[in-house]
Structures are given as structure tokens and as C-alpha cells.
């Protein structure tokens, strides 16, 4: 397990942000007392991602986020319809605080490029086997 504290330089305004560390899966956990939540969330464990954008300058926009999210699963709306508009504030918050929310954005990224990259492989796959089967019925 790999273990990383974040630095976060002092304008971005997070004051002690947790220590995460990562196993060899990349599931990314806080590390036992660190970060550690106190009052009533801390009967319910935090995960070590909550910890992490909570430890940055988008704490206040992401727990925004994450309570839509919690409502929409509670009512069982649409996640994504109900909370487009939290999730844009969170990603232009978390650009606006790129260097502390990197290891995100960075994730975020090579996520969208391999989802493009199997759009991209299965709309070529469907097109040659519409060659094939033109050259067959030729």
C-alpha cells in the first residue's frame, strides 16, 4: 500500500487535509488516524475520497454535491438530471483548485479517454462487420 500526505498550499485555504493511501487496486482510504471526522459524522466512517475533497478549498461545494446525491438516491430520482448543476459547480470549483484536486481531475480524465476509446473501438467493430456482411451480399 502506498501511502502520499497531500500538500496544499496555504491559499487554497484547507487547513490540515487528510493522509490517504492507496492499495495496489488504487482504492484510496484515509489512514488510521488521520483526517479523523468528528461530532455526529463520526459514528458513521467517512471514506478516504469524501476526506479528501472535503480537505480542499471545495469542501463546502462538494458536501453540496454530495447531499443532493444522497437526496436523489433517498426519493430514487435520477442522480445525474437531479444534480447536474451541483456536479458542474464541483468540477469548476475542483479546476479552480487544480493543484490540490489533481490526482482527481488527472483520474477523471483518463476515465473519459478510455470510455472514448471503447466508443471509438465498438463503433469501428460495428463497421466492419457491416463491410463484412456488404462484401458477403455483393
Known amino acids: 500500500m502506498s501511502t502520499y500526505a497531500s500538500s496544499v498550499p496555504s491559499h487554497l485555504g484547507a487547513s490540515d487535509p487528510p493522509t490517504l493511501?492507496?492499495?495496489?487496486?488504487?482504492?484510496?482510504?484515509?489512514?488510521e488516524g488521520e483526517g479523523e471526522v468528528e461530532g455526529e459524522d463520526a459514528e458513521e466512517e467517512e471514506c478516504g475520497f469524501c476526506l479528501f475533497m472535503k480537505g480542499g478549498g471545495?469542501?463546502?461545494?462538494?458536501?453540496?454535491?454530495e447531499k443532493c446525491v444522497e437526496e436523489a438516491e433517498k426519493l430514487g430520482e435520477d442522480v445525474v438530471g437531479k444534480c447536474s448543476e451541483a456536479t458542474a459547480l464541483l468540477k469548476k470549483c475542483m479546476e479552480a483548485h487544480a493543484e490540490y484536486y489533481e490526482p482527481i481531475l488527472r483520474a477523471e480524465e483518463a476515465m473519459l479517454d478510455a470510455a472514448a476509446s471503447d466508443a471509438d473501438a465498438a463503433a469501428s467493430d460495428h463497421q466492419n462487420t457491416e463491410e463484412h456482411v456488404e462484401g458477403k451480399n455483393s
Do not use: Q
Not at 493511501?21 to 489512514?31: K, N, S
Open 21 to 31: 493511501a492507496a492499495d495496489d487496486m488504487g482504492e484510496i482510504t484515509a489512514v
Open 58 to 65: 471545495c469542501k463546502e461545494t462538494f458536501v453540496a454535491w
